[in-house]
């Protein structure tokens, strides 16, 4: 089964433009709003913002760091729960299995939203598998995508979980044109900066900008068949305006439905 698109945003995105912008992405068929957690942007109160305008679209965080921001203190009223998912991040935790733990359980005592773990390692990704709702996956290319998801399928089956519970979300960073390259490049190199990710990079012997996409043939190459359960096109833009976003939802769209096109009459 072919992935399905979703849209991602950061959090800093201005409550204006999420409010604009969900219900144009509703209409273009994306499946999810994915909102980055960062420092000076909440991505809850972004998401009540899209939730408020939309009927249809599903809603995530992708990831809040419960290190930074504790479940506790997390504000889970005005969210749909049943379009809604948590995906959570141990952030700089000293004892990251522990604390997602104690975090899934906890939000699990309050909200019926699915949680979703952000996981880089094997150990993570098994604590998603056993007791989360699916795994989101950053920085990989089509073919370690592909590698990471038949695992984690096959994780989530040892458990005696359903398929759904090894649900993969694979967060691309994409571009839509040249204009946005260096912003593109900024994000990249901060990354490869991270030693958790540079050590992933160096075994998966690839760099950030190989697990990037910036053409209709590239998006295609991470909605092909077993790549991941949900593909999330990260906006990047030269600014993160509205028209820019707009435009860029209505760029990815048009891949989507081609590469959608194209599968079909190779199938034929």
């Known amino acids: ?3 399905r698109v979703s849209f991602g945003i950061i959090g800093t995105t201005d409550g204006s433009t999420v409010a604009a912008l969900a219900p144009r992405l509703e209409r273009l068929g994306f499946a ?3 909102v980055n957690d960062v420092p000076g942007g909440d991505s809850l109160a972004r998401l009540r913002v899209a939730a408020d ?3 249809r679209l599903h809603l995530a965080t992708g990831v809040i760091p419960i290190d930074r921001r504790p479940v506790a203190t997390l504000d889970l009223v005005g969210l749909p729960a049943a379009r809604t998912t948590l995906g959570i991040g141990s952030g700089r935790a000293e004892r990251p299995l522990g604390l997602m733990r104690a975090g899934i359980a906890e939000l699990r005592g309050r909200s019926e939203a699915s949680v979703v773990l952000g996981a880089l390692g094997p150990r993570m990704r098994r604590l998603a598998a056993e007791r989360a709702d699916g795994v989101l996956l950053n920085w990989l290319t089509p073919a370690a995508a592909a590698t990471a998801t038949a695992e984690q399928h096959a994780a989530a089956a040892a458990y005696g ?3 759904a519970d090894g649900r993969v979300v694979t967060y691309v960073r994409t571009i839509v044109d040249e204009a946005a390259r260096p912003a593109l490049e900024i994000e990249a190199h901060k990354y490869e900066r991270v030693p958790a990710y540079a050590a992933n990079f160096a075994r998966l012997g690839t760099g950030a900008l190989d ?4 053409s209709a043939a590239r998006l295609a190459d991470y909605l092909a068949d077993g790549v991941a359960d949900e593909v999330v096109v990260r906006a990047i833009t030269p600014t993160n305006s509205l028209a820019e976003l707009e435009r860029f939802a209505e760029t990815t769209a048009e891949w ?3 590469a959608v096109a194209d599968a079909r009459f190779s199938e034929e």
């Open 161 to 163: 979980r359903s398929p």
């Open 256 to 258: 989507h439905d081609d």
């Open 211 to 214: 697990a990037t996409i910036s």
């Open 1 to 3: 089964m072919r992935a």
């Open 53 to 55: 305008g939309t009927e």
């Open 32 to 34: 999810t709003l994915w």
